[in-house]
């Protein structure tokens, strides 16, 4: 068991390893980052569990001393993915709902005045929310743009433009949930496993990279468009009153693609 650990751990560290060494991320940092980590998420299940937290706890479930808990403890706090989710959710019940949608296809929208068709998109979402505020965050990621009087959907897939914080925030998300999928395969034995494939070719034409990523973008999209469809017919929040079924089943499907283009060997 103990060689079956160290494997696993190995494995899930070595891209962060090769992460952190090629932006000089050192050992302290990582130690004490990794120290934070151990204790907030020790906190989480403790909290999920409504266990009392205390050092004594925290210092048995993570193998760091007391006085290392001490240092750390705090309440539980929720992983820093709101920004995101809800750019998320905006985008997808604009592409699914039948109010801001056609066939799947999403509406071009009013944006002006409380009353807009955007307005209500956001609120549809949450009242607590500004259209306003949310309308410059889409600009800004240029996910979305003004034809006159109407607000156009570029691209209907969250994607990251520029925004750090948000990409590796999308990143945390996507590593969390690639785990967690392949851990139920492995432990759970379900009759329908959650999906798991990945696709490599290792000797393509350097000249082909440029429309290989085009379709790649193209069909991913396009896929996951479909998806949108299928699974947004099933989602109490788009369809309330649809399913009479007890809702909060979270599906989450991932896609990303990687081109890496070898070096040019000097010249003897």
Known sequence: MQNSSSTLIRNLLRPAVRFALRRGI???TITAELKTLLVEEANHELARSREETTVSKLSVMTGLQRRDVQRFVAPPLEPSIQHVDLLTRIIGTWCCDERFSRGAKPSELSYEGPESDFANLVRSVSSDLNPATILFELERLRLVEKDGETLRLLWNAYQISGDVDDAYTLL???LSTLIEGVDKNITSRA???NLHISTRFDNVSTEAVA??????????AAFHAEIREFVGCFDK???PTRYAERGGVKI???SFSLCETPEVADAE
């Open 191 to 193: 009759a329908i496993p």
């Open 172 to 174: 945390e998300r996507d």
């Open 237 to 239: 929040d788009i369809n």
């Open 26 to 28: 050192k050992i302290q």
């Open 211 to 220: 429309k290989i990523k085009e379709w790649i973008l193209q069909k991913g």
């Open 252 to 254: 989450t499907v991932g």
